[in-house]
């Protein structure tokens, strides 16, 4: 009897319509930056995000506020595609320790997997699968319960935004589902099934500032049972909206802010932030700095609060006298940056 093992059948690449891939799924070389450099390059060079990656905001404005030095104790408590880890590792070197924090489970196996082929073993780089809010549990059981840095990139990474099966984005067809961490939790689809118009009401202005945040949840509950994919949603607040005149830019701007404000509730994002930046100093050697970039007011407003709170009461020493933004060479090459914030503290 033969006992090796059959070779298997090469499989073939599934074709796309016309000349480029329009499909997230298509995008094989965007999907395999590895494999294919160059053309990853091209996609960076006209100003897009490759499929499946995320590019680092305000880099070097991060690093030149975090200074991370050989030796030191980083934490990246929103780990994401692990470009800023990246960096930082490689400047406390050779004896410093990151612990990268990811709420998403599937990107967090990736960016670990990513890291490792980089370099960086677990003696140097410690992936976590846990919110930022345990940090302060966390810590102390690692050895560590004061670190010399803490960044935190908020909102949603490009990898999720790109990938259709995630549901976040409303340009592409998906299921509803918008969590982070898609092992727990309630979906976009679960919760619309049940809320009330006036709680979708109440959400899409407190988390958004939508300013027809009325009519589109009479809009949203009018078509409830076909509420189960992003297109399904998208679809619904523009038909909302249909009577009030708005153009083509106001309808776009109104279904993100809707998306925004779902995915905002479904991760329980506000109380998980504001838990957080309350652990923050306490989890912070004295000098140990915070830099936190935030993209929306709600956000931004959480952060500024707590930061200027944290001064009064003696915790920070030092904190930015105005916000910084990405340079305007950034917004042109990476459109996605026009709306980040940096904020930053420094223990006392």
């Known amino acids: ?91 406390i070197l050779p004896d410093g320790i990151l612990f990268g924090l990811d709420v998403d489970s599937i990107e967090l196996q990736k960016t670990e997997t990513r890291l490792r082929n980089a370099g960086f073993g677990p003696e140097r780089f410690i992936a976590v699968h846990s919110n930022f809010t345990a940090l302060q549990n966390m810590l102390p059981k690692v050895g560590h319960p004061a670190v010399d840095m803490i960044l935190a990139d908020l909102g949603v990474s490009s990898m999720q935004i790109d990938n259709p099966k995630r549901g976040f984005a409303y340009k592409n067809e998906g299921p509803l589902d918008m969590r982070m961490d898609q092992e727990k939790g309630e979906t976009v689809a679960h919760l619309l099934s049940h809320l009330s118009e006036a709680g979708i009401a109440a ?114 020493s030092r904190t930015q006298d105005a916000e910084i933004r990405a340079s305007n060479e950034e917004k042109y090459s990476n459109p996605r940056s026009k709306s980040v914030r940096l904020r930053w503290a420094i223990r006392s």
């Open 203 to 316: 959400l899409l202005h407190d988390n958004a500032d939508e300013p027809n945040a009325k009519v589109i949840a009479r809009g949203i509950v009018g078509k409830r049972q076909e509420m189960t994919t992003t297109r399904a949603l998208s679809k619904a607040v523009k038909l909302s909206l249909a009577g009030l005149n708005l153009d083509d830019k106001a309808v776009a701007q109104a279904i993100r802010r809707t998306f925004q404000a779902l995915r905002i509730v479904v991760n329980g994002e506000f109380s998980a932030l504001e838990a957080f930046l309350s652990e923050i100093p306490y989890c912070l050697k004295s000098g140990g700095r915070a830099v936190i970039l935030t993209f929306h007011s709600g956000e931004d407003n959480r952060v500024v609060d707590s930061f200027e709170k944290g001064k009064l009461a003696g915790l920070y």
């Open 1 to 91: 009897m033969d006992d090796a093992t059959p070779e298997q059948p090469h499989k073939r690449r599934v074709r796309y319509r016309g000349t480029h891939p329009h499909r997230f799924d298509e995008k094989y070389k965007e999907l395999n930056p590895e494999k294919y450099a160059a053309d990853v390059e091209h996609v960076i060079s006209r100003g897009d995000t490759p499929a499946g990656t995320h590019r680092s905001i305000c880099l070097a404005e991060v690093l030149d506020i975090l200074n991370p030095q050989p030796g030191e104790i980083a934490v990246d408590a929103t780990l994401g595609y692990g470009g800023h880890s990246q960096e930082i590792l490689k400047r």
